[in-house]
């Protein structure tokens, strides 16, 4: 009966914590979308042909709006943005940690919070990549397709200057890629080691 229990326990767990990261993840990854788009001077009125401008908008506006009141951009960089994804990382591992019955210090609440957000980063750029690599060998061309490459270019531009064209294909994609995953087990050892010694 005990182990009836706490399977149904762990189950339920399981299921409020992955509603919980869809939908705290969507908002934060779209506040993301948002801090980067702003700094790469990306326009984001719907005038101006973006896709994604609407959904963006209609997604982060509640957040980040009214942090500009008291949270100034510095420079390019959309700080209400990149406070508004924060917060929502926080607010997903407070109510986590509540869930696992706070047996956790508090210190790794925001711990979980800051690393969960750069994993977020790097997911986000990785998904990008991937879907620009696969329009690209499809040679597809649309407002989507433009869109995608001014996000994914000033990325790749840097690793093009390194790496050749190889038979023709451009490998840079590859190589960001990689990239991206060493930085993500890279990120994962950092936050194992920072966990540990608190």
């Given at each position: 009966?005990?182990?009836?229990?706490?399977?149904?326990?762990?189950?339920?767990?399981?299921?409020?914590?992955?509603?919980?990261e869809v939908?705290?993840?969507l908002i934060?990854?779209?506040c993301?979308?948002?801090l980067?788009?702003?700094?790469?001077?990306?326009?984001?009125?719907?005038?101006?042909?973006?896709?994604?401008?609407?959904?963006?908008?209609?997604?982060t506006?509640?957040?980040?709006?009214?942090?500009?009141?008291?949270?100034?951009?510095?420079?390019?960089?959309?700080?209400?943005?990149?406070?508004?994804?924060?917060?929502m990382?926080?607010?997903?591992?407070?109510v986590?940690?509540l869930?696992?019955?706070?047996?956790?210090?508090?210190?790794?609440v925001?711990?979980y919070?800051?690393?969960?957000l750069?994993?977020?980063?790097?997911?986000?750029?990785?998904?990008?990549?991937i879907?620009y690599?696969?329009?690209?060998w499809?040679?597809?061309?649309?407002v989507?397709?433009?869109?995608?490459?001014?996000?994914?270019?000033?990325?790749?531009?840097p690793i093009?200057?390194?790496?050749?064209?190889?038979?023709?294909?451009?490998?840079?994609?590859?190589?960001?890629?990689?990239?991206?995953?060493?930085a993500?087990?890279?990120?994962?050892?950092?936050q194992?080691?920072?966990?540990?010694?608190?």
């Amino acid at each position: 009966m005990m182990q009836t229990h706490f399977s149904l326990d762990t189950m339920l767990y399981q299921i409020i914590s992955l509603l919980l990261e869809v939908a705290a993840g969507l908002i934060a990854g779209t506040c993301l979308l948002r801090l980067y788009m702003q700094y790469q001077r990306i326009s984001m009125s719907v005038r101006s042909g973006n896709p994604l401008a609407k959904f963006i908008f209609a997604l982060t506006d509640w957040l980040v709006l009214p942090l500009r009141r008291v949270i100034p951009a510095a420079g390019r960089w959309d700080l209400a943005s990149l406070v508004g994804a924060f917060l929502m990382q926080l607010a997903l591992q407070a109510v986590l940690w509540l869930l696992r019955g706070a047996s956790e210090s508090v210190v790794a609440v925001g711990i979980y919070a800051v690393f969960g957000l750069a994993r977020m980063a790097i997911s986000g750029m990785t998904g990008l990549v991937i879907i620009y690599a696969i329009l690209s060998w499809m040679q597809t061309r649309s407002v989507g397709a433009d869109f995608l490459e001014r996000l994914v270019l000033p990325v790749l531009l840097p690793i093009r200057r390194v790496v050749p064209l190889v038979g023709g294909i451009d490998l840079s994609p590859l190589v960001l890629l990689l990239i991206l995953q060493v930085a993500g087990i890279v990120l994962g050892s950092i936050q194992a080691a920072v966990l540990f010694a608190i």
